[in-house]
Nanobody, 122 residues
Framework: VQLQASGGGLVQAGDSLRLSCAAS????????LGWFRQAPGKEREFVAA????????YVADSVKGRFAISRDNAKNTVYLHMNSLKPEDTAVYYC????????????????WGQGTLVTVSS
């Protein structure tokens, strides 16, 4: 499975942004999908995940209420909807996929996208 993340960019605090991650080369509908991020000088952290059936989602406490995750199996794409962005959301955002994985912070992705940079200015 190949994952291609896109949608990052430079925005101002309070703005919204939607990241996309398009998958190819596999049966998209059987993969749990997640987003992680890594800020400069920090470890990679879990952001959100959605199960293969879209029946379950998990959003990290640090972004709960501002971020949401969704998927469109017809388009083989998972989205990260980011609202009320803050400077501390600045990071490279990575999408990941795991076959029948759990939508939780313990998600261990089998496949990773290349990352897309989000920069939030104050």
């Amino acid at each position: 499975v190949q994952l291609q993340a896109s949608g990052g960019g430079l925005v101002q605090a309070g703005d919204s942004l939607r990241l996309s991650c398009a998958a190819s080369g596999g049966s998209f509908s059987i993969y749990t999908l997640g987003w992680f991020r890594q800020a400069p000088g920090k470890e990679r952290e879990f952001v959100a995940a959605i199960t293969w059936s879209a029946s379950g989602t998990y959003v990290a406490d640090s972004v709960k209420g501002r971020f949401a995750i969704s998927r469109d199996n017809a388009k083989n794409t998972v989205y990260l909807h980011m609202n009320s962005l803050k400077p501390e959301d600045t990071a490279v955002y990575y999408c990941t996929a795991r076959k029948y994985g759990a939508a939780s912070p313990s998600l261990k992705g089998d496949y990773w996208g290349q990352g897309t940079l989000v920069t939030v200015s104050s």
